[in-house]
């Protein structure tokens, strides 16, 4: 644990932002070439761009003066080996702390090639913003960490210390399928005080975010079927419902009147703190003008500490194949966003127990559980939170907004699991506009310098402080 000692020495603020400013443009320059890397961890994408992604990563670290650079891998649970993960570390002075240094190096699919206004793989500055799949999410998040090292290293005499541990994983835009095993593998090299989660975002350009809440995640299927095979809509309509009708009817049941998700048995946590404008909110998800907004009670609470359930898919015969037939059998993908203090075990039974209960006109329910993810609440008065919101504050110079976030990062919870004791610090260099997994994604520039600052604040508080 860190004891609760304060701020640096003015001059000493004063030369960690002179030595990211120094080397800003190589450390610039280093993002661009890897975002040039196609490094996909799918298995319909080609797997030596990913290895190819993760010996760049090795070179990055070893090039920051990190000892024993190493490309590691942990089994999936269906056997087959995970992706690469790029784990380096620098020893803590005795009595000082560790500090874990978390980020991915692999990207999405760059989806239709048609919508986006550069190569994916091609960096492109414009604006101010560095467009590339992965600029945003979450190669940008290694630059942070290596050249916030780089910077404490260059001011403060050995660091000041403070140990780190550089953890690139390899396969989180994939779900992460070995990342508890390799947490439990490698559970040694990878113990620390304080672990640093680059992979959110700020609030908006100008305002810098700690994420303090993580909704978790339940997903899984259910079909409804109402005869033993499709039959002639002429010859036997009427009497029967098709299933598609069926199963629009059973969704229709998930939400009430005003659209809160209406499955018993779901946790609704407290309200956030702040406010999250409508106005806003209608801006950066592009919902259509005219659209009436789903649910009650705030925008950030609807976001962060209440449940959201959507319907991701369905299978029923598309328009262009249909045929005059009474469809037997139709089925339903649903993703449940559950919130913090939430058991996803609990949660996916509540779904169960929902759906079994409101089957319409007798017919055959078939539900399948798929994914579990926890979700997460912070302390936001531990030390190392506060030390990470100074340090915002400090590098941005306005007050930090502690947010939460809708979505999941299931290895959250894994890595309080395997290092109960450690302090998690959930951050980002993403914004509103970055469209991450999305054509055009994007780096704010000033952003992202301003987020190795703060890094680099943070780890020479942490190195001035008693481990």
Known sequence: MISDSRALAPDVITELRDAVERRFDTTLSELMALVSIPGIAWDAFEPAELERSARAVADLAAAAGLDGVEILRAERPDGKPGGPAVVARRAAAAGKPTVLLYAHHDVQPPGDLSLWNSSPFTPEIRDGRLFGRGAADDKAGILVHLAAWRAVSEVLSDAAGVGVTLFVEGEEEAGSPSFRNFLETYRQRLAADVIVVADSSNWSVGTPALTTSLRGLVDGTFEVRVLSHAVHSGVFGGPVLDAPTLLARLIATLHDEEGNVAVPG??????????????????????????????????????????????????????????????????????????????????????????????????????????????????????????????????????????????????????????????????????????????????????????????????????????
């Not at 319907?311 to 328009?319: L, R």
């Not at 520039?445 to 301003?450: P, S, T």
Request: glycine share 8%.
């Open 266 to 467: 779901l946790v609704v946590a407290s309200d956030p703190e702040v406010e999250y404008p409508e106005a806003q909110y209608r801006m950066d998800s592009g919902v259509l003008d005219g659209v009436r907004l789903a649910g009650s009670g705030s925008i950030a609470a609807r976001l962060w500490s209440r449940p959201a359930l959507s319907i991701i898919g369905i299978d029923a015969p598309a328009v262009a194949v249909s045929s005059n037939t009474i469809q037997a059998a139709a089925r339903a993908k649903f993703s449940l966003r559950i919130a913090p203090g939430q058991d996803p075990d609990a949660a996916m039974d509540a779904m169960r127990r929902h759906l079994e209960a409101h089957v319409p006109f007798g017919a055959e329910l078939y539900f399948t559980p798929g994914e579990r993810g926890n979700p997460y609440l912070a302390d936001t008065d531990s030390p190392a939170a506060r030390v990470a919101l100074e340090a915002l504050h400090s590098a941005w110079g306005v007050d930090p907004v502690e947010m939460g976030m809708g979505g999941s990062i299931p290895f959250v919870a894994d890595l309080k699991e395997v290092f109960p004791a450690a302090e998690v610090l959930i951050t980002g260099v993403e914004d509103p506009d970055s469209r991450a997994h999305s054509a055009n994604e994007s780096l704010h520039i000033e952003e992202f310098k301003r987020c190795i600052v703060a890094e680099a604040l943070v780890l020479a508080a942490l190195g001035a402080r008693e481990g």
